[in-house]
T-cell receptor, first 114, second 114 residues
């Protein structure tokens, strides 16, 4: 069985400060990890994914995420937050042994204050 | 052009009614999905089709019946609507169903059952 945990329901940061949104996962096979962002009344938008290779993955809007196999984590980061980054962020995992099925975390609401 | 589109965007109906939600993707993808997002924003997969064949069928009441007339379309029909069906339903698509593929989401259909 595969699972994803986003331990923080809410993350608050000041504009210009670095941000981190945490994600840990559990899978049977090789993990494929994704981050999506959802703005109010919109669908989910793909930010970035880890498939293989370099543990640091760069994505849209200046976001990046670091895959850490030993800690089974895939935290989303951005060096300098913008007010427009305020949204709901989802981490998702898929694995080789359960092809096709994505499991999403419960989501983390990021609020960036001016 | 919208990559993944859904109609209608909003749906308000009475308990016991039957309704359908339509989804179309113009990305040339082989795999399509239906997800349900509840009032707490939790996202759960319902169904997945690959090349018009059902490949994922989560524990969903029989009142929900997906239909894929071709690879570009995946519709969701719901019989005997219940209050608990109120949610946002998202359609998504991916190139294939293998784990490394990114899913692209539609804007959602907001269903309210009265």
């Amino acid at each position: 069985a595969q699972s994803v945990a986003q331990p923080e329901d809410q993350v608050n940061v000041a504009e210009g400060n670095p941000l981190t949104v945490k994600c840990t996962y559990s899978v049977s096979g090789n993990p494929y990890l994704f981050w999506y962002v959802q703005y109010p009344n919109r669908g989910l938008q793909f930010l970035l994914k880890y498939i293989t290779g370099d543990n640091l993955v760069k994505g849209s809007y200046g976001f990046e995420a670091e895959f850490n196999k030993s800690q089974t984590s895939f935290h989303l980061k951005k060096p300098s937050a913008l007010v427009s980054d305020s949204a709901l962020y989802f981490c998702a995992v898929r694995d080789d042994t359960n092809a096709g099925k994505s499991t999403f975390g419960d989501g983390t609401t990021l609020t960036v204050k001016p | 052009d919208t990559a993944v589109s859904q109609t209608p965007k909003y749906l308000v109906t009475q308990m016991g009614n039957d309704k359908s939600i339509k989804c179309e993707q113009n990305l040339g993808h082989d795999t399509m999905y239906w997800y349900k997002q509840d009032s707490k924003k939790f996202l759960k997969i319902m169904f997945s089709y690959n090349n018009k064949e059902l490949i994922i069928n989560e524990t969903v009441p029989n009142r929900f019946s997906p239909k894929s007339p071709d690879k570009a379309h995946l519709n969701l029909h719901i019989n005997s609507l219940e209050l608990g069906d109120s949610a946002v339903y998202f359609c998504a698509s991916s190139q294939g169903f293998v784990s490394r593929e990114t899913q692209y989401f539609g804007p959602g259909t907001r269903l309210l059952v009265l």
